[in-house]
């Protein structure tokens, strides 16, 4: 359950544009603790933008960014390490094809926390166990099915113990019969309290998981609420039209 008096993320008026192009127009958002967020719009809208503007993969033009409490837009900040707290999972999963689904996980524990292989190899057993894959964990990316290549990809970044995890379209490139165990993963993690933001257009994992949606559209938040309201009675048509037209797909 959301606590609101922890704040994960806090966004200010970001803004960033590429050339001409303003891709978002001045966005704040508080994120609480426990929150699931969801946020959806047409594309092309900035959604990807922002995700990558909360750990600094984009650089915003102006604006701050607090994840834990600390500024990220900062430059004193040490991103590197503030990045390690901050999950992220794209829709390609970026999975190591060289690499078994254990050495993958493996990697980041050693080199980037400095754990010991042993406590490493355990640390990520238990993680894929988690996802129910600790039997693939022999398998290369390319003897995964997508939706295990997902599930991997999520083990990995749990396995850093974040604070927050961003989503970013996790199952927009897999067949519709491999989405389902990702989704329950996905809401599995936010049932153990994890702080979540997912670009998805899955609106059955939107109604049942998340505790607010944010309709983003051309660079700007242009409503949010409890899934509820915005599935059923948004306020705006902008809204109703989107959102309607992306809930007849499911
Ligand atoms: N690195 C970049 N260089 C130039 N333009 C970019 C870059 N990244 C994004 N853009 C532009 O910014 C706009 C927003 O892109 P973004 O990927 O954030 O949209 P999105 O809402 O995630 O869309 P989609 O639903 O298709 O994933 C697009 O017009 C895109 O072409
Ligand atoms: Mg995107």
């Known amino acids: 359950m959301p606590k609101p008096d922890k704040l994960i993320v806090k966004i200010e008026n970001i803004h960033k544009a590429y050339g001409k192009e303003q891709v978002l127009k001045g966005i704040s958002m508080d994120v609480s603790e426990g929150e699931v967020v969801v946020l959806v719009g047409p594309s092309g809208t900035g959604k990807s933008t922002l995700l990558r503007c909360i750990n600094q993969l984009t650089v915003p033009d102006s604006g701050k960014v607090w994840v834990n409490g600390v500024e990220l837009t900062d430059p004193k900040t040490d991103i590197d390490k503030a990045r390690q707290h901050i999950g992220m999972v794209f829709q390609d999963f970026n999975l190591f094809n060289h690499l078994t689904a254990l050495d993958n996980i493996m990697l980041g524990l050693i080199h980037v926390l ?126 109703k039209q989107f959102l309607g037209k992306i809930s007849g797909l499911h």
């Open 114 to 239: 400095g754990m010991k292989k042993e406590e490493a190899h355990d640390k990520t057993m238990m993680e894929l166990k988690r996802v129910g894959l600790a039997n693939k964990c022999s398998n290369y990316p390319g003897q995964l099915s997508g939706g295990q290549k997902q599930r991997v990809a999520i083990a990995r970044s749990l396995a850093m113990e974040p604070i927050v995890m961003l989503f970013d379209e996790p199952t927009s490139a897999l067949d519709p019969e491999l989405i389902g165990e990702v989704l329950m993963v996905m809401k599995d993690l936010a049932l153990e309290g994890m702080t979540m933001i997912c670009v998805t257009h899955e609106i059955g994992f939107a109604r049942d998981v998340c505790s607010r949606i944010v309709f983003m559209d051309h660079g700007e938040i242009v409503e949010q609420g409890f899934p509820d309201k915005m599935l059923n009675n948004p306020d705006l048509p902008r809204t």
